[in-house]
């Protein structure tokens, strides 16, 4: 019979652990939250998983290609267990919530699974690890009905950056999307909440503040009874510290003028809105359960470029949905060509199971999917290169996030519109001075790069 562990036991002093988080920010926020936990209880972090003690892998479930990264991370966990260069294995994440028993059936390495909203019990997995054998190999909770706290972080960002996740779960149901079933219901943060965990991280030295949910832009509304982003965001723009105030993930509902106009008078929340709007035929949006007409969301634009200065818009768009006709797939081929999104990413269609759009008929090969993927970021390519080209000569300030190995004056940094990780990056060099990670910089662009800038460091580092 395994020994049941005394609640005041002893912390695991001097016992290591490695963590790999994939998938989305928002698995970082977890990853960062076991992460600030497991230190609390006596874990040392260590970059490698060989010779760890402990490793944790948090996973992706959203599409195929996650899946795959996912299962081929744990299974590489695994042969270094059996070679004895690893100690325990707690997978964690969305793919955990998704296929337990799956994933213990495929990988008996696995010590624990644990799911989605029991990761703030993460020690308590740990903890099993000393049981020969463990009394349960899972440990999984029912989504609570506010979210999970986020404080007390062991940050996997740079230091000048921090995500913060201001809700969790969607209520919405997109046909091709399987999120719903594995975060829940939408939960948002009350304000207070979020603004608490801003004020630790400015503290803690952050410059740029990314907002982020499955949908940021229905924040408060299952609080509230009505969206509340705007009062949220002049909130958090009292935050002292903060500099940068990023949107990432903008339902295209519930946009209203009060939002606008915080986004347009605040400076510290940047004109850079990331709208996910997936498709543009209204035939296609009906079959994806989107809740949006073609219609709504030509206005949509028209009126956040009219209401912004200086607004820079990043959308996302899926490729091969089923049943997309040659017909649907030119009309969203115009659509990006008329609207010249600054910036703009395509993904292939995923088949989702257990979503409605599985069920669907005229479900497209992969070598269709991968053409049309190609050929609209054929189009977007194009014009982001001549918007790049016409960069040539302005002046810009740009946020430095690191230096450039063997490169004495030479660093990368990110203007306002281009978000941490997926958009593009600008080279500098020629300053006088050491610019550290984390300084912001007045540069003078000398050259475009395919999608990155180059620029001239032209004033002093602040």
Same mark, same amino acid.
């Given at each position: 019979?395994?020994?049941?562990?005394?609640?005041?036991?002893?912390?695991?002093?001097?016992?290591?652990?490695?963590?790999?988080?994939?998938?989305?920010?928002?698995?970082?926020?977890?990853?960062?939250?076991?992460?600030?936990?497991?230190?609390?209880?006596?874990?040392?972090?260590?970059?490698?998983?060989?010779?760890?003690?402990?490793?944790?892998?948090?996973?992706?479930?959203?599409?195929?290609?996650?899946?795959?990264?996912?299962?081929?991370?744990?299974?590489?966990?695994?042969?270094?267990?059996?070679?004895?260069?690893?100690?325990?294995?707690?997978?964690?994440?969305?793919?955990?919530?998704?296929?337990?028993?799956?994933?213990?059936?495929?990988?008996?390495?696995?010590?624990?699974?644990?799911?989605? $909203?029991?990761?703030?019990?993460?020690?308590?997995? *740990?903890?099993?690890?000393?049981?020969?054998?463990?009394?349960?190999?899972?440990? $999984?909770?029912?989504?609570?009905?506010? =979210?999970?706290?986020?404080?007390?972080?062991?940050? &996997?960002?740079?230091?000048?950056?921090?995500?913060?996740?201001?809700?969790?779960?969607?209520?919405?149901?997109?046909?091709?999307?399987?999120?719903?079933?594995?975060?829940?219901?939408? *939960?948002?943060? =009350?304000?207070?909440?979020?603004?608490?965990?801003?004020?630790?991280?400015?503290?803690?030295?952050?410059?740029?503040?990314? &907002?982020?949910?499955?949908?940021?832009?229905?924040?408060?509304?299952?609080?509230?009874?009505?969206?509340?982003?705007?009062?949220?965001? *002049?909130?958090?723009?009292?935050?002292?510290?903060?500099?940068?105030?990023? /949107?990432?993930?903008?339902?295209?509902?519930?946009?209203?003028?009060?939002?606008?106009?915080?986004?347009?008078?605040?400076?510290?929340?940047?004109?850079?809105?990331?709208?996910?709007?997936?498709? #543009?035929? @209204?035939?296609?949006?009906?079959?994806?359960?989107?809740?949006?007409?073609?219609?709504?969301?030509?206005? &949509?634009?028209?009126?956040?470029?009219?209401?912004?200065?200086?607004?820079?818009?990043?959308?996302?768009?899926?490729?091969?949905?089923?049943?997309?006709?040659?017909?649907?797939?030119?009309?969203?081929?115009? $659509?990006?060509?008329?609207?010249?999104?600054?910036?703009?990413?395509?993904?292939?269609?995923?088949?989702?199971?257990?979503?409605?759009?599985?069920?669907?008929?005229?479900?497209?090969?992969?070598?269709?999917?991968?053409?049309?993927?190609?050929? /609209?970021?054929?189009?977007?390519?194009?014009?982001?290169?001549?918007?790049?080209?016409?960069?040539?000569?302005?002046?810009?300030?740009?946020?430095?996030?690191?230096?450039?190995?063997?490169?004495?004056?030479?660093?990368?940094?990110?203007?306002?519109?281009?978000?941490?990780?997926? @958009? *593009?990056?600008?080279?500098?060099?020629?300053?006088?001075?050491?610019? &550290?990670?984390?300084? $912001?910089?007045?540069?003078?662009?000398?050259?475009?790069?395919?999608?990155?800038? #180059?620029?001239?460091?032209?004033?002093? =580092?602040?």
């Amino acid at each position: 019979m395994a020994k049941r562990r005394n609640k005041n036991r002893k912390r695991p002093q001097g016992k290591t652990c490695a963590l790999i988080s994939l998938g989305c920010p928002k698995n970082l926020v977890d990853s960062e939250r076991m992460l600030g936990l497991l230190r609390l209880d006596g874990y040392r972090l260590v970059r490698d998983p060989p010779g760890a003690d402990l490793v944790v892998v948090n996973t992706c479930g959203f599409i195929d290609a996650a899946r795959a990264e996912s299962m081929d991370t744990i299974r590489e966990m695994a042969r270094l267990k059996r070679a004895g260069h690893l100690g325990g294995i707690i997978v964690t994440g969305c793919l955990a919530e998704r296929e337990r028993d799956a994933l213990l059936e495929a990988c008996p390495e696995i010590d624990q699974i644990v799911g989605v $909203f029991a990761r703030d019990e993460i020690t308590t997995a *740990a903890a099993r690890l000393e049981m020969h054998p463990p009394e349960e190999r899972t440990l $999984f909770r029912d989504a609570p009905i506010r =979210p999970l706290a986020d404080t007390g972080r062991r940050r &996997l960002t740079p230091k000048h950056v921090a995500y913060v996740k201001i809700a969790e779960g969607c209520d919405r149901l997109c046909s091709f999307c399987s999120i719903p079933t594995m975060r829940g219901k939408y *939960a948002s943060k =009350p304000i207070d909440q979020v603004v608490e965990e801003a004020e630790e991280l400015a503290a803690d030295g952050v410059r740029e503040l990314v &907002l982020i949910a499955q949908d940021t832009s229905y924040y408060g509304r299952d609080v509230y009874g009505e969206p509340r982003l705007a009062e949220l965001l *002049a909130r958090l723009g009292e935050v002292e510290r903060l500099e940068w105030i990023r /949107l990432m993930y903008l339902y295209p509902k519930h946009l209203g003028d009060d939002l606008l106009d915080v986004i347009n008078s605040c400076p510290k929340i940047l004109p850079y809105l990331d709208l996910p709007l997936q498709h #543009i035929s @209204d035939e296609v949006l009906r079959r994806m359960r989107r809740q949006v007409t073609r219609d709504e969301t030509e206005r &949509l634009l028209d009126r956040l470029r009219e209401r912004i200065t200086g607004l820079v818009l990043r959308t996302t768009l899926i490729a091969g949905f089923p049943g997309e006709t040659e017909r649907q797939f030119e009309e969203l081929v115009e $659509f990006v060509r008329r609207r010249r999104f600054e910036r703009l990413g395509v993904f292939p269609y995923s088949l989702e199971p257990g979503t409605a759009s599985a069920e669907l008929d005229g479900h497209l090969s992969e070598e269709i999917k991968r053409q049309r993927c190609e050929q /609209l970021m054929l189009s977007q390519r194009e014009i982001a290169f001549e918007r790049n080209q016409s960069q040539v000569g302005r002046q810009c300030e740009v946020l430095i996030d690191r230096d450039i190995p063997g490169e004495e004056n030479a660093c990368v940094g990110r203007t306002y519109a281009d978000a941490p990780e997926v @958009d *593009a990056v600008v080279y500098v060099t020629g300053q006088d001075e050491k610019i &550290l990670p984390g300084q $912001f910089v007045q540069c003078e662009i000398v050259a475009s790069q395919e999608y990155d800038l #180059i620029g001239v460091a032209v004033g002093p =580092p602040r």
